[in-house]
Nanobody, 116 residues
Framework: QVQLVESGGGLVQPGGSLRLSCAAS????????MRWYRQAPGKERELVAH????????IYPDSVKGRFTISRDNRKNTVYLQINSLKSDDTAVYYC?????????WGQGTQVTVSS
């Protein structure tokens, strides 16, 4: 059974940092690229980070470049998202995804709320 379980979200003050984790099981994690998305209330889901299966290729949209860092540990079947200098606009549910031509696998999401 495929599972992606995100954790690490919470309430944080503007300017703070968070490290999100996504633990994968039930598939060959090291063979998949991994992505982080976020969805704010009333907005479409947005891709915020992509990492190739071996970690050699990383892509960010301009909106988060310099503040978001994606990484992975294939020994632990886990992908991470470090978010620094958090802003209120970062408030969203963050999801990890293992993409595939059949649509891929999704986690249930973890809530990040940035507020003073």
């Amino acid at each position: 059974q495929v599972q992606l379980v995100e954790s690490g979200g919470g309430l944080v003050q503007p300017g703070g940092s968070l490290r999100l984790s996504c633990a994968a099981s039930g598939f060959t994690f090291s063979s998949y690229a991994m992505r982080w998305y976020r969805q704010a209330p009333g907005k479409e889901r947005e891709l915020v980070a992509h990492i190739s299966s071996d970690g050699s290729n990383i892509i960010y949209p301009d909106s988060v470049k310099g503040r978001f860092t994606i990484s992975r540990d294939n020994r632990k079947n886990t992908v991470y998202l470090q978010i620094n200098s958090l802003k209120s606009d970062d408030t969203a549910v963050y999801y990890c995804q293992a993409p595939s031509s059949q649509g891929g696998y999704w986690g249930q999401g973890t809530q990040v709320t940035v507020s003073s």
